[in-house]
């Protein structure tokens, strides 16, 4: 079945940078762009942006666009998230999803809660 | 950019209809989705382009989208029905995607 598969919890500190992986299985990898939307404590979903697996090309939300970097490895269906300069406010879940179904977000991944603390 | 709202929270009795909406600057001519949020889970895709259920969501779940709101209508509300609801669509301006700010149903 189509799943998204995340990497696990991380724990950096205040300056340090994360990559965040996401293994696709059950589709054509290639096929669909792969967006990453994050979540801090008790608040809403916010999009940080996404990828074109095929072709690499990405579009970031303003708001991270000097400090994230994605990119994807073809060969084992896997998307990587790495957001650097961490802060306290960087810390949230970060999941993965997939437009397989007329744009909409359709798997998600499982989340991977990133914590910023010194 | 682009800003879509919904209002922070929405109760309703069980068997009663909930209505949770998501304005937007002609945000009808978007196509809008709907995901449901339990607490410690991923979101949950209920709606999508704005009417259609994907496979395994209950009818009780509908969506409607015109001038600049979309709405996610839920009849027969049931007490599992009790999450977060947020409203999302692409911006093909900026190319980004949005999210509303999320409403939280509280079945009373």
């Known amino acids: 079945q189509v799943q998204l598969v995340q990497s696990g919890a991380e724990v950096k500190k205040p300056g340090a940078s994360v990559k965040v992986s996401c293994r696709a299985s059950?589709?054509?990898?290639?096929?669909?762009?792969m967006h990453w939307v994050r979540q801090a404590p008790g608040q809403g979903l916010e999009w940080v942006g996404r990828?074109?697996?095929?072709?690499?090309?990405?579009n970031y939300a303003q708001k991270f666009q000097d400090r994230v970097i994605m990119t994807r490895d073809t060969s084992i269906s896997t998307a990587y998230m790495e957001l650097s300069r961490l802060a306290s406010d960087d810390t949230a879940i970060y999941y993965c999803?997939?437009?397989?179904?007329?744009?909409?977000?359709?798997?998600w991944g499982q989340g991977t809660l990133v914590t910023v603390s010194s | 950019s682009y800003v879509l709202s919904q209002p922070p929270s929405v109760s309703v009795a069980p068997g009663k209809t909930a209505t949770i909406t998501c304005g937007g600057n002609?945000?009808?001519?978007?196509?809008g989705h709907w995901y449901q949020q339990k607490p410690g889970q991923a979101p949950v895709l209920v709606i999508y382009?704005?009417?259609d259920r994907p496979s395994g969501i209950p009818e009780r779940f509908s969506g409607s989208n015109s001038g600049n709101t979309a709405t996610l209508t839920i009849s027969r509300v049931e007490a599992g029905d009790e999450a977060d609801y947020y409203c999302?669509?692409?911006?093909?301006?900026?190319?980004?995607?949005?999210f509303g700010g999320g409403t939280r149903l509280t079945v009373l």
């Open positions: 002609n945000i009808g001519s978007k196509s």
């Open positions: 382009h704005d009417d």
């Open positions: 059950g589709y054509t990898f290639t096929g669909y762009y």
């Open positions: 999302q669509v692409w911006d093909s301006s900026s190319d980004h995607v949005v």
């Open positions: 999803a997939s437009p397989l179904l007329q744009g909409s977000f359709d798997p």
């Open positions: 990828i074109n697996p095929h072709s690499g090309d990405t």
